[in-house]
């Protein structure tokens, strides 16, 4: 049992800072030096480079760090990998091992006063362990009694609603739909996942306007871009693979244009890791125009090229496109007109940049046909998110740019099955054709009521309503908002139940009682009744491929994640129509079910067995936009962000060092912005310190303010940095402690984790 001893946030300890250079350009022959040193250490260097050679090629398996597609044909002679990926390959295939042993000499409360580094890096989990209520050491426990205890836990609720099913986005297809299958015959919608603090916005804003959650471009279209603008992302680092197409578009005699509050050295410029003759030297220019705006200033950037856009059409007649506009939109009038309600003076000071700027923007929009917008969390993760989303689709549908090679949207995921997931049927709100066609596949009636999201789940299990939490994976309190707010929910719990490779600090933070179920990763083989199994994914453009591991599972011990669903299911369900015994036997009888019901997965055994795999429809893409409400897709009224700061508040976005995955530390440093050795700092303008009187390096407290109430985080060091005015940035999950659990995007209801106020104060 977990109570207040236990730590849910990172220790206060500094580690040692180093500053160092920002290096000028990225990848190179410094990122590989780093992903094999990593190698070397987590896996030894002869497994490692075996391992190496099998991610995302066709034989081998999925990259389980981000979800960049991998070409369609030919694949890189050397790797399609990163320096990322590789640590993420290293992370799971860790030599390091946590045994009953170690939970034996380790208690939580000790474990919980570690760094989330010295947590994740002692290793992977190798048998199933339960803490019982009362004790703070996890005792082994068998597989059968720990499905058992589930069971009896569920069906003990007074209704199926007070159960919580999370997932994070690394669970495969098959996985995820049996897990869904499984809650939804258990009787409830609460399916919240990760990608509620992640695209959502993008879901919802995408699907309003475009009649499709997903982005519309593919991988080829980079080639044949005339414009791509990367908005609010940071792909250097979290999308290494994505400087290639960026790259490729250059070569092709394409522009790139950078919207973001930090210069970030991997958008500058590039080295390609595939081109040995190209790591000496300066490295190829990425970006050809930087705008460095404000943390939320989008909108009113937007809408300052909108209205520049809007007044060269009035005087030319040339800048939209008409028969487009005509033919496949509806919502023009409404959406010109309330441009006129802003005016560019007033807006202008809300982007920190200056007029001259983003005139040259415009021009450059206005000059090109075929654009491609790519964004990920600095546009999702706002209040006025889902707005940042709509005012970029208004520009593509003015310009006519979408549905069409070389153009189009780019929302960039970031797990690796993020998209997957929600396409087999992981939301917490279920279309109703998609539940009909369970419903009729499958006997029974399914529940039809919406279920909770990230931050419904963490209130309900606040107030005691949401009793048994179990996690497919991920790190919930770490991940998610509020952390001591969500400590007390989870704590709330009867049972708590994390299905997962590593430990991870949801292991510690647990509910009366608690069982660590551990599984395959996605580089080991997996073995059932029938012969090796391979699993199947779907990138962040829509193409469903497969994925095979390779190495030996890491404990004899370990099941995979379809049988673990499998294993809760038989228990705990008593008149299923699912043959929960034997569908694990083969994936194949799983892919049959995901055809059954699923749109697109037309002969999925056969076509997933290509190379390559295969393209899932999009209509975005084919260039009609029927699926919306109108028939039509939709010009949208947005609004700039009404955030209004004081004096002396700043606006802090939480944000991902080069040396971590979301929740899993692999290193201290944050290479591309100097910063070695520490992750408690807070990036600063130079002014600003000037006029806080904050010296370099200075140890402060961060203080967010939301609706009258104070959140604190303690112990950080302050860094000048080249940031916007009144802008500041800190990483994640140090600072969730100050992200407020009712500060959340509208209609999506995405943390806002990159707009929080905060005031900095001296120690
Ligand atoms: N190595 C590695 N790869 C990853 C991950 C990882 O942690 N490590 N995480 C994966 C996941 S789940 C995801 S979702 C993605 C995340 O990928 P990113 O979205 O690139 O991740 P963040 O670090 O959150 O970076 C957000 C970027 O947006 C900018 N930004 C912040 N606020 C604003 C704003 O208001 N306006 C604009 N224009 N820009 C803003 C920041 O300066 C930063 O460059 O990466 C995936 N890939
Ligand atoms: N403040 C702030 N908070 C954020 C964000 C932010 O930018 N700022 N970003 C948000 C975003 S975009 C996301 S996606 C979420 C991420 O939220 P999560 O997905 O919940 O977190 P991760 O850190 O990716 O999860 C890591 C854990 O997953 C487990 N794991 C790894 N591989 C496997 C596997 O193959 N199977 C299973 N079962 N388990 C596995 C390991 O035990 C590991 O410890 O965080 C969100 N939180
Ligand atoms: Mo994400």
């Avoid at 990926?85 to 091992?97: D, L, S």
């Avoid at 589930?150 to 007074?158: H, R, V, W």
């Avoid at 983003?358 to 889902?386: F, P, R, S, Y």
């Avoid at 179990?470 to 719990?493: K, Q, V």
């Amino acid at each position: 049992m977990s109570d207040k001893n236990i730590k849910a946030q990172p220790p206060e300890k500094l580690t040692g800072i180093k500053l160092a250079k920002i290096p000028k350009s990225a990848v190179g022959t410094k990122a590989i030096k780093s992903a094999l040193a990593h190698v070397s250490s987590e896996v030894g260097m002869g497994k490692g480079i075996e391992l190496l050679a099998k991610i995302n090629q066709m034989d081998g398996f999925d990259c389980p760090g981000c979800a960049w597609p991998d070409p369609d044909a030919k694949r890189a002679f050397l790797a399609e990998y990163c320096e990322n990926g590789a640590k993420a390959v290293a992370e799971e295939a860790t030599k390091n091992r946590v045994s009953p042993m170690f939970f034996a000499t380790h208690s939580v409360q000790e474990m919980s006063t570690w760094s989330d580094y010295e947590i994740g890096k002692s290793g992977r989990i190798t048998h199933p362990m339960y803490l019982k209520e009362g004790s703070d050491n996890y005792e082994e426990i068998s597989w059968k009694n720990a499905f058992n205890l589930i069971g009896k836990e569920l069906n003990s609720l007074n209704s199926p609603d007070e159960a919580i099913f999370y997932t994070s986005g690394r669970t495969s297809n098959e996985a995820a739909f049996l897990y869904q299958l499984f809650v939804r015959q258990f009787g409830t919608n609460n399916l919240p996942d990760c990608s509620n603090m992640c695209h959502e916005s993008s879901g919802v804003a995408l699907s309003e306007t475009l009649g499709i959650g997903k982005g519309s471009v593919t991988l080829d279209d980079f080639n044949h871009a005339d414009l791509v603008i990367v908005m609010g992302q940071n792909p250097g680092t979290n999308h290494p693979r994505m400087l290639t197409a960026l790259s490729e578009t250059k070569k092709h005699g394409g522009k790139i244009m950078t919207i973001n509050p930090l210069p970030e050295v991997g958008l500058m410029r590039y080295n390609d890791p595939q081109n040995p003759l190209k790591w000496i030297g300066k490295g190829q220019q990425l970006t050809d125009l930087f705008l460095q705006v404000k943390i939320n200033g989008d909108v009113a950037l937007l809408k300052i090229i909108l209205k520049l856009m809007k007044a060269k059409e009035e005087e030319t007649g040339k800048v939209f496109n008409h028969q487009f506009i005509k033919e496949k939109t509806q919502g023009l009038e409404e959406f010109l007109s309330d441009l006129d309600n802003y005016s560019i003076e007033e807006l202008v000071p809300q982007t920190g940049l200056s007029l001259t700027q983003i005139e040259e923007a415009t021009q450059l929009i206005i000059n090109n046909d075929k654009i491609i917008i790519c964004w990920a969390m600095g546009l999702t993760q706002h209040k006025n998110a889902v707005d940042n989303i709509r005012e970029i689709v208004n520009l593509l549908l003015l310009k006519g740019s979408i549905g069409k090679q070389g153009a189009g949207t780019c929302p960039v995921r970031g797990h690796s099955n993020v998209q997957g997931d929600r396409t087999m049927g992981i939301w917490e709100k279920p279309k109703p054709a998609f539940l009909d066609s369970l419903e009729k596949e499958f006997s029974f009636s399914a529940p039809r009521k919406n279920g909770y999201d990230v931050v419904s789940a963490i209130e309900a299990m606040h107030k005691k309503e949401g009793k048994v939490f179990i996690g497919m994976g991920g790190n919930f309190i770490s991940a998610t908002p509020d952390t001591e707010f969500t400590a007390d929910a989870l704590r709330n719990c009867n049972l708590t139940v994390q299905i997962s490779t590593k430990l991870n600090r949801s292991h510690l933070i647990t509910g009366k009682q608690a069982l660590i179920l551990p599984c395959l990763g996605r580089s080991e083989k997996d073995e059932q009744k029938s012969g090796e199994q391979f699993i199947s994914v779907e990138n962040s453009m829509g193409v469903v491929h497969q994925s095979n591991g390779h190495l030996d599972a890491c404990s004899k011990h370990l099941l995979s994640e379809p049988k673990i669903v499998a294993g809760i299911a038989k228990v705990t369900l008593k008149n299923s129509k699912v043959e929960w015994k034997n569908i694990t036997d083969n994936y194949d009888l799983i892919r049959d079910k995901i055809e059954a019901t699923i749109p697109g997965f037309d002969n999925y055994n056969k076509r997933v067995r290509e190379d390559g795999g295969f393209y899932l429809p999009n209509n975005a893409r084919e260039n009609n936009f029927t699926p919306t409400s109108t028939g039509k897709a939709n010009f949208t009224v947005n609004k700039p962000s009404d955030i209004q700061l004081k004096d002396n508040q700043f606006m802090m976005m939480t944000i991902r060092t080069h040396d971590q995955y979301n929740t899993t530390i692999y290193g201290l440093d944050d290479r591309y912005r100097g910063v070695l050795n520490e992750r408690r700092v807070v990036f600063m303008n130079p002014d600003d310190m000037k006029q806080q009187q904050l010296q370099k390096l200075e140890k402060v407290n961060l203080i967010s303010h939301f609706q009258g109430e104070q959140r604190i985080a303690k112990g950080f060091l302050v860094i000048p940095y080249s940031i916007p005015k009144q802008c500041t940035a800190t990483y994640f999950p140090e600072a969730n402690v100050l992200v407020p659990i009712k500060s959340k995007a509208k209609l999506s209801h995405t943390p806002a984790s990159k707009t929080v106020i905060i005031t900095v104060e001296k120690i």
